[in-house]
């Protein structure tokens, strides 16, 4: 009996009671409801705590702020100023505005304005050019004609045309109106160019190569509010001589 419990038995079997109680405290014991790593991932979002003082998450605060001036009612407000601007106080051109903007909600008429004092620039060089292609996509098709018309006359002469645009001096709309879906807005523009006319030996017979003009025009352009398309045309001109 003394033999069986000698010193070195005792101490082997002292230190494997340690380590299994040791590795019962780590690992635990199986009872059969052990959650799944999922289960345990689940439970955790639906304890994760609070924030303080009740505060909801940023995402969540973000669309509860209260919400900036509808677009509809800034857009108005900025339509009524620039009606207001560009009619200069005249009351026919700011009703012809206001009644084109009411059948057009997509009009602006400081975009117009800008885009006609680039289409005017554009229309002046490609006549010169004989850009035919150009002045079919921003003319009508009776001011095409009579583009056209002059062209194919200078081109019959062997004439030449060179142009250099200086710059516009001022543009102001003078007139707008709607007739019935189609809305016209006159725009009288006041340029700097620089053109003359050669003849088939090269030979200036009108305008001047070397001075700027200026030229006085006024320039109507049209649009169907109903259609997609919401490009304008060039639909009539004239020329003011001061």
Same mark, same amino acid.
């Given at each position: 009996?003394?033999?069986?419990?000698?010193?070195?038995?005792?101490?082997?079997?002292?230190?494997?009671?340690?380590v299994?109680?040791?590795?019962?405290?780590?690992?635990?014991?199986?009872?059969?409801?052990?959650?799944?790593?999922l289960?345990?991932?689940?439970?955790?979002?639906?304890?994760?705590?609070?924030?303080?003082?009740?505060?909801?998450?940023?995402?969540v605060?973000?669309?509860?702020?209260?919400?900036?001036? #509808? *677009?509809?009612? !800034?857009?108005? @407000? /900025?339509?009524?100023?620039?009606? =207001?601007?560009?009619?200069?106080? &005249?009351?026919h051109?700011?009703?012809?505005?206001?009644?084109?903007?009411d059948?057009?909600?997509?009009?602006?008429?400081?975009?117009?304005?800008?885009?006609?004092?680039?289409?005017?620039?554009?229309?002046?060089?490609?006549? #010169? *050019?004989?850009? !035919?292609?150009? @002045? /079919?996509?921003?003319?009508?098709? =009776?001011?095409?004609?009579?583009? &056209?018309?002059?062209?194919?006359?200078?081109?019959?002469?062997?004439?030449?045309?060179?142009?250099?645009?200086?710059?516009?001096?001022?543009?102001?709309?003078?007139?707008?109106?709607?007739?019935g879906?189609?809305?016209?807005?006159?725009?009288?523009?006041?340029?700097? @160019?620089?053109?003359?006319?050669?003849?088939?030996?090269d030979?200036?017979? &009108?305008?001047?190569?070397?001075?700027?003009?200026?030229?006085?025009?006024?320039?109507?352009?049209?649009?169907?509010?109903?259609?997609?398309?919401?490009?304008?045309?060039?639909?009539?001109?004239?020329?003011?001589?001061?």
């Amino acid at each position: 009996m003394d033999e069986f419990f000698d010193i070195p038995t005792v101490l082997v079997i002292v230190v494997a009671i340690v380590v299994l109680f040791r590795l019962r405290s780590v690992l635990g014991t199986r009872t059969g409801n052990e959650r799944t790593p999922l289960q345990r991932a689940q439970q955790n979002q639906t304890q994760a705590p609070k924030p303080a003082n009740d505060e909801k998450p940023a995402a969540v605060r973000a669309t509860a702020l209260p919400l900036p001036p #509808a *677009d509809a009612e !800034r857009r108005a @407000l /900025k339509l009524t100023a620039e009606i =207001e601007q560009l009619s200069h106080g &005249d009351e026919h051109v700011k009703s012809g505005l206001q009644a084109i903007v009411d059948a057009d909600p997509t009009f602006a008429p400081k975009a117009f304005l800008e885009g006609a004092k680039s289409a005017y620039e554009m229309i002046v060089m490609a006549f #010169a *050019d004989g850009d !035919r292609k150009t @002045l /079919k996509n921003l003319l009508s098709r =009776e001011v095409y004609d009579g583009f &056209d018309a002059a062209i194919s006359d200078r081109e019959s002469k062997g004439e030449k045309m060179k142009s250099t645009f200086v710059g516009i001096d001022k543009a102001e709309i003078t007139h707008a109106e709607t007739k019935g879906s189609e809305a016209q807005i006159t725009v009288r523009i006041i340029s700097q @160019l620089i053109s003359a006319t050669y003849d088939k030996s090269d030979v200036l017979i &009108d305008g001047d190569a070397e001075n700027v003009a200026e030229v006085n025009d006024l320039w109507t352009f049209a649009r169907d509010t109903r259609s997609r398309d919401p490009n304008w045309k060039l639909v009539a001109t004239e020329s003011e001589h001061e």
